[in-house]
DNA sequence: GGTCACTAGCGCCCCCTGCTGGT
DNA sequence: ACCAGCAGGGGGCGCTAGTGACC
């Protein structure tokens, strides 16, 4: 749904597009809060520690996904199908393509085709006799 | 205009399981 | 029967972008 504030929040970040340069690599951010995670990521300081696991992360996002997935077992994405839940949208995907049996990573030297694309670059292995990349 | 918090998204690695073909 | 190779399904995390609220 639009909304104005939104619309004039991205107008106003704009005008300073990646402009929080990072010392360490030559990648750019728009924001200092972005660039100072990925400057953790890089000196490995997780400042979010989980209070029931003691496993820490970059970012909250991350701790909070965490959560999720050990300790509050939440799943907010139902599958309309089966009984499966998961605590990701990106996993509902691949979950449903189960059901279809869609396959949008084809393999360029066989026919076989894959439902994920780790899944194909699992089987290139089977070509190549090592991972690409 | 900046920061923070949260969510979404893509990607990667790993594990377990079942099937299949060779021995 | 046993084993190895492979694919299917899924868990968990790394990292970045988008968005809305707040200062």
Request: hydrophobic share 25%; charged share 30%; proline share 4%.
């Amino acid at each position: 749904m639009f909304k104005l504030s939104s619309l004039k929040h991205r107008l106003r970040t704009r005008s300073d597009e990646k402009r929080h340069v990072c010392h360490l690599c030559p990648k750019a951010f728009r924001t200092a809060t972005l660039l100072h995670n990925h400057v953790n990521a890089h000196t490995g300081n997780k400042p979010h520690k989980c209070s029931e696991c003691d496993t820490a992360f970059v970012t909250r996002g991350e701790l909070s996904r965490h959560r999720r997935y050990k300790h509050t077992l939440e799943r907010p994405f139902k599958c309309t199908i089966c009984e499966y839940s998961s605590v990701e949208a990106s996993k509902m995907r691949r979950h449903v393509r189960s059901h279809t049996g869609e396959r949008p990573y084809p393999c360029h030297l066989c026919s076989y085709a894959s439902k994920d694309a780790c899944k194909l670059k699992r089987h290139m292995v089977t070509h190549t006799g090592r991972i690409l990349g």
